[in-house]
């Protein structure tokens, strides 16, 4: 961005102000662009994105000036728009307490002591360490385990560990998870929580994450590396202490797809073999020689952060006591690393747009003809960025009561670059929020296309999972990948942006954003909301289906308290 981060929204709505009073003779195009023939709808998000991806905010970090900015500005356009506070203390805030953590440079050290020689892997150009939230100082030094990806799946006969011993060792391991699984097992294990906890279970006292080559032509390890010195963050509970970390694992490291060959090429192994078998499923789990000393320094400091809740209650009597979830994340990854002179990150695809549509969404509803019946949340979460733990808090410290959450509606990253015809939903289809989508986009008039990128795992990396987890059907919805356009391939358009601008200062508002497009999403979500609001039964999992076997728990207490309402 080059214009100045210091305009003010009054000054802003000045301008608006003249120029209406003009339209007999429009002025020029000013830099920031005018759309005269925009819906209100689709300028009331404009509006809002322009601001909430300006300079001023310095990129939404959760924890910062920039982002507190951001949340009030949220807050006061639900007050704006009728919905009442639900957070803490009847204000439109829910505190959120973390830990922030911070490498020190040079902090920590990967050595590799093999066949009587020490081999010492660069920090930021071969390894990093992980934040580490337990403890400033850790040091490990043990033998060491290659572990394939560290999936233990019994349903799909795989054992990563099968014929391995673990205990006080150090796991050596790639992301991911074999390419036979089907969508869904493969975005659960490959979560690195998942990963870890099975580490943890067989003994493991560190562990060492190794990049392939085909996870580095997506995100290049020197693009991270530069970003190095970015804080991370975890909830923090009651004690001072992190939450959902895991201590047992004294170090954590990261290592090059380029370096790897420093770790794995022993034993009549190579690291370019393991990088073909993990492609083909074939990997095998074995003992590597010699010893591994990891160590890591990290700051570590209290930090706070909140969300922003407002509710629209619903209308009736009985229903109105559960709640349909809308949820955004506000936040994004701040400053950092300059590109071509930009240090700040916008975050304006990502995601000040999924907020700006649900409040257009918040906006709608709340003027409906016909008002919902159940009650409707919306939440803007913080720390999305640093591993969804706004909605991660809210989960676990709802401010209304946990099972009258009935289904969530997440909203992140629409890349909205071209006018489509369709959207992305990604999830639907483990719940019965699959026929209430169907419904809802007809009645809207877009078509429904499949996730172009599986692989991606995407359902397990945004805020809905934090619902999830706690036995709440989701659906998230994103840009669609079909242009109005004969000739135009809005694939490539999203695929050029993940490259090029993803977690990038140009994510900002000078990209061609359709917001016509995030208009017609945010009527979708607001007509899935109203939906799910006025059913006479809330959604439920699908019989059999994984996420909602493994955390779909709420159904059974909801048929409980369903008959104990009828009585």
């Known amino acids: 961005m080059r214009h100045s981060p ?35 709808d689709a300028r009331r998000i404009e509006s809002d994105l322009r601001f909430l991806a300006d300079d001023l ?24 728009i009728g919905l009442r506070p639900a ?29 009587g020689a020490a081999t010492a892997l660069k920090f930021r150009e071969q390894f990093l360490p992980q934040l580490n ?82 996870e580095e032509k997506r995100q290049p390890w020197a693009r991270g590396a530069e970003n190095w010195a970015r804080p991370g963050m975890r909830l923090r509970d009651a004690d001072g202490r992190a939450l959902d970390t895991f201590p047992q694992l004294q170090v954590i490291a990261q290592v090059s797809a380029a370096s790897a060959g420093a770790l794995l090429d022993a034993g ?68 950092g690393a300059p590109v071509q002179g930009d ?21 709608q509803l709340a003027r409906s003809k016909t008002p919902p019946k159940r009650s409707l949340l919306f939440v803007a979460v913080t720390a999305e960025e640093k591993g969804l733990l706004g909605a991660e808090w809210y989960a676990r410290h709802p401010t209304v009561p946990r099972d009258s959450l009935v289904a969530n ?5 629409p890349v909205l670059l071209v006018p489509t015809r369709d959207v992305v939903p990604i999830g639907v289809e483990h719940s019965s929020l699959q026929a209430v989508l169907d419904r809802a986009a007809d009645e809207v008039g877009v078509s429904l296309s499949p996730d172009p990128s599986p692989q991606e795992s995407v359902f397990i990396r945004s805020d809905q999972f934090a619902f999830i987890r706690a036995g709440v059907p989701a659906v998230y919805l994103t840009g669609g990948v079909k242009a109005r356009q004969s000739g135009v391939d809005a694939g490539k358009h999203q695929r050029d942006f993940l490259s090029e601008r ?28 109203q939906s799910i609001a006025d059913a006479p039964q809330r959604p439920r999992w699908n019989a059999g289906d994984f996420f909602g076997e493994r955390f779909g728990g709420l159904d059974a207490r909801a048929s409980s308290r369903g008959a104990a309402a009828t009585r």
């Open 87 to 115: 957070g803490d203390d009847g204000r439109y805030f829910q505190r959120v307490p973390l830990l922030r953590a911070k490498r020190v440079d040079g902090g920590g050290s990967l050595v590799i002591h093999r066949d």
């Open 409 to 413: 509606v997440n909203m992140d990253m």
């Open 6 to 40: 210091f305009r003010s929204v009054v000054g802003l709505c000045l301008i608006v102000t003249l120029a209406a009073c003009q339209r007999a003779a429009p002025p020029p195009p000013a830099p920031d662009g005018y759309d005269e023939s925009a819906g209100a």
């Open 268 to 335: 009549g192994h190579t690291a370019a073999a393991l990088f073909r078998d993990a492609r083909e499923g074939k990997l095998r789990s074995f003992a590597l020689p010699g010893t591994i000393e990891l160590s890591a320094q990290t700051r570590i400091e209290p930090a706070e952060s909140r969300n922003v809740v407002a509710v629209l209650p619903g209308t009736d009597a009985a229903l109105k006591r559960e709640h349909v979830l809308f949820s955004a994340h506000l936040d994004h990854i701040g400053i």
């Open 133 to 214: 939230f337990d403890r400033g100082d850790a040091r490990v030094s043990a033998a060491a385990v290659f572990v394939g990806q560290a999936v233990r799946a019994p349903e799909l006969q795989q054992d990563d560990f099968a014929g391995v011993d673990l205990r006080g060792k150090i796991a050596v391991l790639f992301h991911g998870a074999p390419p036979r699984f089907d969508t869904d097992r493969h975005a659960f294990y490959s979560s690195f929580r998942e990963k870890f906890a099975a580490l943890v279970e067989r003994g493991a006292i560190g562990a060492v994450i190794v990049s392939t080559d085909d």
């Open 343 to 363: 240090a700040i990150y916008n975050g304006a695809l990502d995601n000040a747009l999924g907020v700006a549509i649900m409040l257009e969404a918040a906006q």
């Open 502 to 529: 993803y977690h990038q200062p140009g994510d900002d508002a000078t990209q061609p954003i359709q917001y016509g497009d995030a208009a017609r999403l945010a009527r979708l979500n607001a007509r899935i909301g």
């Open 57 to 80: 905010l310095e990129g939404r970090e959760a924890g910062t000036r920039g982002y507190d900015l951001a949340a009030l500005y949220v807050a006061e356009r639900l007050r704006a």
